[in-house]
């Protein structure tokens, strides 16, 4: 994965920008975009490893009741603390089951993954006295550091903490990507074996990575339920799981910012698509999948790849002939 830092930040300015300046429907799609693009950057982390995970949405889950419990049962609505319980949340999970599914590899971990997945929700939707059951719990407007935002700033304000938090996350994706433990997790999808004779322990390195994905996953659900304002046991079922690796195919895996690409334009997709073809959505999609299957392979980031090289060569062609 490759990351430029100039190119980073000027990403993110004319992203903070872009969103104080779309109308506030827009503003909330990218906002929502952008905390499930944690998820999509979790799976696309595993990926690096060969390991493909139905389950995003038990860490999802995990961080978006964090918070609706933290609202509901001791008043705690600052979006810092939110943030911090969510991604506790996701790294406890991740905690207890990384040790068992760094064990597993191919269709069984994701089969692994997809059960934990389903075991939360069905503790989501039995335990209706806690959770709320299917109807789920309403979370109230956060607050930041103390100030609560006037109605008409709220979704400006949720943005830019979304665009922060999610910044920040990529930047350590990024800098782990770089480290020593990523190149032997990037090691262990090429050949696992040779990684164990050089010394190196993949299970470690593969719990580590379960680690940073739970984290992040409930990162995610957190700044999710407070953009949304409600969750519900759905959170943790297979079809949002799914959603996330279908997201992850949409963006490619070739740069971190690859799935936020991904998740933003699933997200506009998704809205045009309903509204224009409601009971045909899902197959719009569908076939959009298949297109991008056929024709990149590598998603929508190794189009973007594609034509800054081809620009590149015409550029230099053309200084060449000058």
């Not at 949720?158 to 990024?174: P, Q």
């Not at 509204?275 to 998603?299: D, E, R, S």
Request: proline share 4%.
């Amino acid at each position: 994965m490759k990351l430029r830092p100039f190119g980073g930040l000027i990403l993110i300015a004319g992203m903070a920008g872009l969103g104080l300046l779309l109308p506030g429907w827009s503003r909330f799609l990218l906002t929502l975009a952008l905390a499930r693009g944690l998820l999509v950057l979790g799976v696309v982390l595993l990926m690096q490893a060969g390991l493909v995970s139905f389950g995003q949405g038990l860490f999802f889950a995990a961080g978006a009741y964090a918070v609706g419990f933290a609202v509901r049962d001791l008043g705690l609505r600052d979006a810092l603390v939110g943030v911090a319980l969510g991604a506790g949340a996701g790294l406890g999970i991740a905690a207890l089951t990384g040790p068992l599914l760094a064990r597993y590899r191919g269709i069984f971990f994701a089969m692994l993954t997809l059960a934990f997945s389903m075991i939360l929700y069905g503790v989501l939707v039995k335990a209706y006295w806690i959770t709320g059951g299917t109807d789920g719990l309403r979370i109230p407007p956060p607050t930041f550091l103390g100030w609560s935002p006037p109605e008409e700033h709220l979704g400006s304000a949720l943005y830019l903490f979304t665009l922060a938090c999610t910044a920040v996350m990529v930047f350590l994706i990024f800098r782990y990507l770089q480290s020593p433990l990523g190149y032997t997790v990037r090691a262990i999808r090429d050949n696992e074996v040779r990684v164990e004779y050089l010394g190196l322990s993949v299970s470690r390195a593969l719990y580590i990575t379960v680690l940073l994905v739970g984290a992040m996953g409930g990162l995610g659900g957190a700044l999710s339920a407070m953009s949304v304002g409600h969750i519900d046991p759905n959170l943790a079922y297979w079809t949002t799981s799914g959603e996330f690796v279908f997201v992850a195919l949409l963006g490619g895996t070739g740069n971190v910012f690859a799935p936020l690409v991904g998740s933003i334009v699933f997200e506009f997709l998704r809205t045009y698509a309903y509204k224009y073809i409601p009971y045909t959505w899902q197959m719009g999609l569908g076939l959009i999948m298949l297109a991008i299957v056929g024709f990149a392979p590598g998603g929508l980031w190794s189009l973007y790849e594609l034509i800054t090289r081809r620009m590149s060569g015409w550029m230099w062609s053309w200084k060449r002939g000058a």
